[in-house]
């Protein structure tokens, strides 16, 4: 079974500012995805950004964007113009081939300062 | 279309009782997975079922049981409750399983306190 881990218990960035959350998994599967998630204080739990292993490029959503990193099993998300509504809890997750049972990381608490 | 709606969203019940937690799936979903979100454990998940049929257990003792209903509603309960179930309750649904890389779209979630 997949184990996703964080290192990063907290974080904080300057409003307008780029913070990279860092992310190393392992799995002996060649079909999985990585996923990160936000959970701001409402607990709501909200897919941030998704990439698929088979696929090389890195994928971006707006001001969100990972750098995998395969072989290294490292799937890191930066945030570009961090804004004081991205403080949440980040969490990274994988599902191994076709299963659901999604293996999250402990989190890291971003703080975005004004 | 509706979001992942879970009932209730906070629950207060005391050690020995039994407690049963309601997710409804976004329309057209099939699978319904649950998750334990506690400080010390972090998410972990719990089961997953996909037209009403369990397909996926984590680790958990047999005191957390599920079911799904036709219309792909899920209820998660909780016999003989113990300090430690107190937790935060995710519910997630996703068009189906078997597949691919589904995403997963979660419920506000359930809080319980167990006292």
């Known amino acids: 079974a997949q184990t996703v881990t964080q290192s990063q218990p907290e974080m904080s960035v300057q409003e307008a500012e780029t913070v990279t959350l860092s992310c190393t998994y392992d799995t002996s599967e060649n079909n999985y995805y990585l996923f990160w998630y936000k959970q701001p204080p409402s607990r709501q739990m909200i897919l941030v950004i998704r990439q698929e292993a088979y696929k090389q490029q890195n994928a971006t959503e707006n001001r969100f964007s990972v750098n995998f990193q395969k072989a290294a099993k490292s799937f890191s998300l930066k945030i570009s113009d961090s804004q004081l509504g991205d403080t949440a809890m980040y969490f990274c997750?994988?599902?191994?081939?076709?299963?659901?049972?999604?293996?999250f990381g402990a989190g890291t608490r971003l703080t975005v300062k004004p | 279309k509706a979001g992942v709606t879970q009932t209730p969203r906070y629950l207060i019940k005391t050690r020995g009782q039994q407690v049963t937690l309601s997710c409804s799936p976004i329309?057209?979903?099939?699978?319904v997975s649950w998750y334990q979100q506690t400080p010390g454990q972090g998410l972990q998940f719990l089961f997953e079922?996909?037209?009403?049929?369990?397909?996926n257990k984590g680790n958990f003792p047999g005191r957390f049981s599920g079911r799904q209903f036709s219309n792909s509603r899920s209820e998660m309960n909780v016999s003989t409750l113990e300090l430690g179930d107190s937790a935060l309750y995710l519910c997630?649904?996703?068009?189906?399983?078997?597949?691919?890389?589904?995403?997963?779209?979660f419920g506000p979630g359930t809080r319980l306190t167990v006292l």
């Open positions: 329309s057209g979903h099939r699978s």
């Open positions: 997750a994988a599902i191994e081939g076709i299963n659901n049972d999604m293996r």
């Open positions: 079922y996909f037209s009403e049929t369990q397909r």
């Open positions: 997630a649904s996703s068009f189906t399983s078997g597949a691919l890389g589904n995403e997963q779209f």
